[in-house]
């Protein structure tokens, strides 16, 4: 496993391990993300790229927690965040993590902001609660905060309202709040999508630095392959709830290996070069009760066969640099494979 | 050309501010001019709030301009009386980035469909049945789509039904407004080929408003890019794309993720974020961002001059 074994157990930010979430629908429970694996490096973006519906988000939220109480369950798996198991702990206990050693963005940082409380008492509250600053400390963090993430004229904004600024402005806020406790971990789910692309560069770049100098680990999900590309090291690309191929970045755009990757890419019109031959993806995705047992991506592959029936593992390929989950390219790269790197 | 747009300008007022609001004047087209031929996709690309929708909305009369001439198939749209606006109306159709919040969700899609028809006396019974369901099939839906209802559908099914509206009255031009920007990669594409079918086939043009370059460089021939109400560079796709000759332009090029790691990473360019359109820069509205301003971009709004066949820019500096 070393596309997920970069980090030792103690060193990795964020270690997951045989992840399920199962959704209860129609008083069935199903599972929306099968027996994901990886760890998160300090300092290292991990990319999880898929469409709609994929299970991405879904593991994020399952990593951070948050699932819906009586429609989401973590059925297997652990989650180590900063070396603390959170899969067993109970809420209260959780709730010391969540703020404290892991941190997360979202699509619209309206949603997750308080409208009627000033930004600046929204960045200090995790600081007074979870680091027992008094409010003039933690004030003058929050203003620290709002100057990390180039928020220009920091201090007269700290009293502002949300409405107050633009989208890639809340962004900031929201990155500022999500680290305002220095967490080892940033899940970042679609942080740039509802952004115009010159603001998106910004942020993108914003989460760069802090990755770097901080040596933070951010989980960025995001549907764009154009941003994996440009802000991710290693890549995994989710379809179905299974991931179906993880690798680093560089290897992965030179030569994407799952029939669900290459599709992807050749389905995505791109401003660099003119494509006249767009490929879509026959079909559409699956719903939940849809998704077929064995290989999830079977009903629309061109390399479809009978042993997709059987759900294929997701193997090591490449002497071990990189994974896919499919029967017919595991045969094909056999001859790449160490013997016992099958397992 | 089928379509001519000379000189749109519109202003919006506001209320804005608390307690006491006060009108403001947003300034949202200020000048534009673009054509479009049969065939021919023309994409219209900026950031939010640079006037793009305002723009198709202007040329077909959603909202009445203060200023300019828009002429279809050689008829003046602004000036059009109702009997004649809504005889254009019916070959100037438009298709919405959520076809959801277009819907009646309580309509059956067979009826929305056929509605249009009896509104434009065009066929009623079972002669528009037939029709709709022969756009129902050239759109790539089942006959059963007929009988059902929109909730029933997924986001790339709802996108072919809102085109299906937009061709029951078979339009000679289509409006796109961010048609494929709430759809995953695969159906997007799935969509994309629809429309280049239809281009082909029936000589279709189009008015292509998006914010994804990648996916106005697939589809449009030509391409207008709009800052803050102006257009402020057009020309052939390939070419606007490939080299850039306003900053801003080169900006929005840059910042476009491309995927393709070896590609160096955008080196953020630009600082701060469009500024408001409520009250707009003097002279040229890119100066304060602009690397390459001097005093004259301070002062004076530069022109949109021809800078080679079939481009033009609006910019001092570029040459």
Redesign the interface.
């Known amino acids: 496993m070393s596309a997920v074994s970069k980090a030792s157990d103690a060193a990795a930010a964020l270690r997951v391990e045989g992840l399920t979430t199962s959704l209860k629908i129609d008083g069935v429970w199903r599972d929306a993300v099968r027996d994901v694996s990886f760890a998160l490096a300090p300092g290292e973006t991990l990319a999880l790229v898929g469409?709609?519906g994929c299970g991405k988000s879904l593991t994020a939220m399952t990593v951070m927690g948050l699932l819906p109480k009586g429609v989401g369950r973590l059925s297997a798996g652990r989650i180590v965040i900063d070396g603390v198991e959170t899969s067993t702990l109970a809420e209260r206990d959780f709730g010391k993590v969540r703020g404290d050693s892991i941190g997360m963005i979202f699509q619209e940082p309206m949603t997750s902001l308080n409208p009627v409380l000033p930004v600046g008492f929204q960045i200090a509250e995790p600081l007074m609660q979870h680091r027992g600053l008094s409010r003039r400390q933690a004030m003058e963090r929050a203003r620290e905060l709002m100057e990390l993430v180039r928020i220009p004229a920091a201090a007269e904004r700290l009293k502002s309202y949300p409405h107050q600024f633009?989208?890639?402005?809340r962004q900031r806020v929201m990155i500022a709040l999500a680290i305002a406790c220095s967490p080892k971990v940033l899940i970042a789910d679609e942080p740039t999508t509802a952004l115009?692309?010159?603001?998106?560069?910004?942020v993108l770049?914003l989460l760069g630095v802090l990755q770097r100098e901080r040596g933070l680990g951010v989980l960025l999900i995001t549907?764009?392959?154009?941003?994996?590309?440009?802000?991710a090291q290693r890549v995994m690309v989710m379809y179905g709830g299974d991931v179906v191929e993880s690798a680093d970045?560089?290897d992965f755009?030179a030569k994407p290996l799952h029939p669900y990757s290459r599709?992807?890419?050749a389905?995505?019109?791109?401003?660099?070069r003119?494509?006249?031959d767009?490929?879509?993806?026959p079909g559409?995705?699956p719903t939940l009760a849809e998704l077929p047992d064995g290989c999830r991506f079977q009903s629309r592959c061109p390399l479809r066969e009978e042993a997709c029936a059987v759900r294929p593992p997701l193997t090591p390929v490449e002497g071990g640099r990189r994974h896919v989950r499919c029967v017919v390219l595991a045969r094909e790269l056999a001859g790449d494979l160490p013997r016992e790197g099958t397992a | 050309m089928l379509l001519d747009v000379v000189d749109l300008a519109k202003t919006f007022t506001l209320r804005q501010g608390w307690p006491v609001p006060t009108l403001v004047d947003v300034r949202a087209l200020d000048g534009v001019s673009f054509s479009v031929d049969r065939s021919e996709a023309l994409g219209v690309v900026g950031?939010?709030g640079c006037g793009k929708s305002t723009a198709a909305r202007a040329a077909l009369r959603l909202i009445e301009p203060d200023r300019g001439r828009v002429m279809f198939d050689g008829r003046d749209v602004l000036t059009a009386k109702p009997a004649e606006l809504r005889a254009l109306r019916r070959r100037m159709q438009i298709v919405f980035q959520d076809p959801a919040s277009a819907r009646d969700p309580r309509q059956r899609v067979g009826s929305a469909l056929m509605e249009p028809l009896a509104v434009h006396g065009v066929a009623r019974g079972d002669v528009a049945r037939k029709r709709v369901l022969a756009i129902l099939d050239e759109v790539g839906l089942p006959k059963t789509a007929f009988d059902r209802f929109p909730h029933e559908f997924?986001?790339?099914q709802r996108q072919r039904i809102g085109i299906a509206r937009a061709l029951a009255l078979e339009p000679d031009l289509i409006f796109a407004d961010e048609p494929v920007s709430a759809l995953?990669?695969?159906?997007?594409?799935?969509i994309?080929?629809l429309l280049d079918e239809l281009k082909q086939r029936r000589r279709l043009a189009f008015v292509f408003v998006s914010?994804?370059?990648?996916?106005v460089?697939?589809?449009c021939e030509r391409t207008v890019v709009m800052y803050l109400g102006r257009i402020i560079e057009s020309g052939p796709t390939?070419q606007i794309?490939d080299a850039p000759k306003h900053p801003y332009t080169k900006?929005?090029?840059?910042?476009?993720?491309?995927?393709?790691?070896?590609?160096a990473?955008?080196k953020?360019a630009?600082e701060g974020?469009?500024p408001s359109p409520v009250a707009p820069p003097p002279g040229c509205h890119f100066h304060p961002r602009c690397p390459l301003a001097t005093d004259i971009c301070r002062t004076q709004a530069p022109a949109l001059r021809d800078i080679a066949p079939g481009r033009r820019v609006a910019c001092h500096h570029a040459s």
């Open positions: 469409e709609s633009s989208g890639g402005m115009d692309v010159t603001v998106q560069a910004q770049d549907h764009n392959l154009g941003v994996v590309a440009t802000n970045v560089g755009f599709a992807l890419l389905a995505m019109p791109r401003v660099d003119p494509t006249s767009l490929a879509p993806i559409q995705v | 950031e939010s997924s986001g790339g995953d990669v695969s159906v997007q594409a799935q994309l080929r914010h994804d370059l990648g996916v460089r697939h589809f390939g794309f900006v929005l090029r840059e910042a476009s993720p491309v995927p393709d790691p070896a590609v990473k955008a953020v630009i974020e469009p």
